[in-house]
């Protein structure tokens, strides 16, 4: 079994910053994908960016050049920093892995979910 544990959200004015921490520990062997999605009420959920274990990494389009996604492979950790918030971004962000697990099983995991706000 996997655990995501996420940390660092809350409430923040519009143009401020927060960093969203993500440690996934268990019987893991390797992290194929890591990722943030995040649902807004009444919405559903819906990728922020993604970053596979070689760096490479995705982004939805509205958060292109205001976010940045970073993983440690060693510590098993993703952390999103967000950069220039818009009340938009108001929503529940939730952490995301695609592991490998030491039977050789791929699962895939979530994260119980952490507040952001955006507002003035």
């Known amino acids: 079994q996997v655990q995501l544990v996420e940390s660092g959200g809350g409430s923040v004015q519009p143009g401020g910053s927060l960093r969203l921490s993500c440690a996934a520990s268990?019987?893991?062997?390797?992290?194929?994908?890591m990722a943030w999605y995040c649902q807004a009420p009444g919405k559903q959920r819906e990728l922020v960016a993604s970053i596979l274990s070689g760096g490479r990494t995705n982004y939805v389009d509205s958060v292109k050049g205001r976010f940045t996604i970073s993983r440690d492979n060693a510590k098993n950790t993703v952390d999103l920093q967000m950069n220039s918030l818009k009340p938009e971004d108001t929503a529940v962000y939730y952490c995301?892995?695609?592991?490998?697990?030491?039977?050789?099983?791929?699962?895939?995991?979530w994260g119980q979910g952490i507040q952001v706000t955006v507002s003035s």
């Open positions: 268990g019987s893991i062997f390797s992290i194929i994908t």
């Open positions: 995301y892995a695609n592991v490998l697990d030491n039977s050789k099983n791929f699962g895939v995991y």
